[in-house]
């Protein structure tokens, strides 16, 4: 198998991943964070595994830049929830 296929195979995975888990729970943690809610250390440490994941997926992306502005928005989203939920908690 080609580099090409394995990595089309891992973009695919991802992006599914991305449509059925990730988002939609992206989606809650801003709308709670949003509504002045403090992330748990759960949701926290999901956030943080997920932005793991989503800087490992870098090499896939050099290769792939048609899919840069995509996992740059990804990052820049989950940031924007974690920034959100501190500035909730210094609040609180």
């Not at 580099?3 to 059925?20: A, H, P, Y």
């Not at 989606?27 to 932005?51: C, I, P, R």
Request: proline share 2%; aromatic share 6%.
């Amino acid at each position: 198998m080609d580099q090409e296929t394995k990595d089309q195979g891992v973009i695919s995975v991802l992006l599914k991943r991305f449509e059925t888990e990730r988002y939609p729970r992206a989606k809650l943690l801003k709308q709670q964070v949003d509504n002045g809610a403090v992330l748990d250390h759960f949701d926290l440490s999901y956030l943080e595994d997920t932005l793991g994941d989503a800087h490992e997926v870098l090499l896939i992306l050099s290769r792939h830049p048609e899919y840069s502005s995509l996992a740059q928005e990804v990052i820049l989203m989950y940031e924007s929830i974690m920034s959100k939920s501190q500035q909730n908690s210094r609040n609180k």
